[in-house]
C-alpha cells in the first residue's frame, strides 16, 4: 500500500500500518510525505519548493548575484517519487526473504538532500560552503550554458583530455598548456576567466557551428543544443528510444505522452490506455453493482447518470 497524505493521518482514521499488519503481515506499507513520520516537522505541510529549500537544494540553485531559483518541473516531487518506487522494490525483495512487509517512511526533504552532491561532506571537511554558481561547476572549467548566435548550448570538460581537445577546436591551444589552466585546481579557481574565452568563441557561432566544431564529428566534448520540452517532440534519440508516445482519441484528435523510460532486454514498455470517455464504461460498472440495462437506460433518461 503507497499513500502520500500529512504522516500521521492515517494512524488519525484508524489505518496506521499496525492496524493493516494486524490484518496482513505481508503488506508493504510505503509512505511519502514532506518531512517523514518522525522529526520536530513529521506532518507538517509541504510542496514541491518546500522540499527543494529545505533538502538545501534551492540555495544551491542559481546565480550568484542573483535569489536562489527552484529546479524547473516538480523536482522534488519526483525525485521522492523515484526513492520511493526503489524502496518499494528493496521492500519487496525482503518480503520475498523475510516474509514480512516493512513500513517505508520517505521525507521529500530527505530525498532532496540526498542528491545534493557531496556538499555535507565538502563543507564540513574542508570548510568550503556551498555557492550558487548558474549553470558552471564549482570545481572545473568549463563548464556552462554558452550563448550563440541562434540559441544556447552547453560545454562540460571534467578532465585535462577534454580540456585540451577543447582548446585545440577553439583554436586556443596555447591554453593546454598554460600552467594557470593545467590542473582541475586551476581552472576551477579562474573559472570565471576560462568560461569567459569559450563564451566569446561560442558568441560568433550558430549552435550548429559550435556542435559541429565540439560534438561528436569534431573534438568529441561533452556539449549539447539547449532545447525546451516541446522543441524535443521532434527529436531523434528521444523518438528513437521510444520516449514519445503518440495515441489517437476519438474527440481531442493525437494525444502525445512522454515514453517510459525504464528499457528492459525482452520486454517492451507496457502500451498505457487514454483515460475512457464520460461515463464510456457505466454499463460494465452498473451491472457489477446489480443495475441491469432497463434501470441504467431509466436513470439515464431521466439525467440520473
Known amino acids: 500500500m503507497v499513500e502520500n497524505f500529512r504522516a500521521g493521518y492515517l494512524e488519525r482514521i484508524g489505518l496506521g500500518a499496525d492496524v493493516l499488519h494486524a490484518r496482513n503481515p505481508r503488506l508493504l506499507v510505503a509512505s511519502l510525505s514532506g518531512f517523514g513520520a518522525t522529526g520536530p516537522r513529521a506532518g507538517q505541510a509541504s510542496y514541491d519548493i518546500v522540499a527543494q529549500a529545505t533538502g538545501g537544494f534551492l540555495a544551491m540553485t542559481g546565480f550568484p548575484d542573483g535569489p536562489p531559483v527552484r529546479g ?9 517519487g523515484l526513492y520511493l518506487g526503489l524502496g518499494l522494490l528493496a521492500g519487496l525483495r525482503d518480503r520475498d526473504n523475510t516474509g514480512r512487509g516493512r513500513v517505508l517512511d520517505l521525507s521529500n526533504q530527505d530525498a532532496m538532500f540526498a542528491v545534493t552532491d557531496s556538499w555535507v561532506t565538502i563543507a564540513q571537511g574542508l570548510g568550503v560552503e556551498a555557492e550558487r554558481t548558474g549553470n558552471q ?6 563548464y556552462d550554458c554558452f550563448e550563440a548566435r541562434d540559441g544556447w548550448v552547453v560545454v562540460g570538460t571534467a578532465s585535462n583530455k577534454l580540456f585540451r581537445r577543447l582548446c585545440q577546436a577553439i583554436e586556443r591551444p596555447e591554453l593546454a598548456g598554460d600552467e594557470r589552466f593545467r590542473s582541475h585546481r586551476g581552472r576551477s579557481a579562474r573559472r570565471g576567466e576560462i568560461n569567459g574565452i569559450v563564451g566569446d568563441w561560442v558568441r560568433e557561432r550558430s549552435c550548429r557551428q559550435v556542435l559541429a566544431a565540439l560534438g561528436p564529428e569534431g573534438a568529441d566534448v561533452p556539449c549539447a543544443r539547449v532545447a525546451r520540452p516541446d522543441e524535443l517532440v521532434e527529436d531523434p534519440q528521444l523518438r528513437a528510444r521510444g520516449m514519445i508516445e503518440r495515441h489517437p482519441h476519438p474527440t481531442v484528435g493525437e494525444v502525445v505522452f512522454h515514453g517510459n523510460p525504464l528499457r528492459f532486454s525482452g520486454a517492451d514498455p507496457r502500451e498505457r490506455a487514454l483515460a475512457p470517455d464520460l461515463g464510456q464504461h457505466n454499463a460494465e ?12 437506460e431509466r436513470l439515464a433518461a431521466k439525467g440520473v447518470v
Open 285 to 296: 460498472v452498473f451491472d457489477e453493482i446489480g443495475v441491469d440495462a432497463a434501470d441504467l
Open 137 to 142: 561547476h564549482p570545481f572545473t572549467a568549463p
Open 72 to 80: 524547473g518541473g516538480a523536482l522534488a516531487d519526483f525525485v521522492g
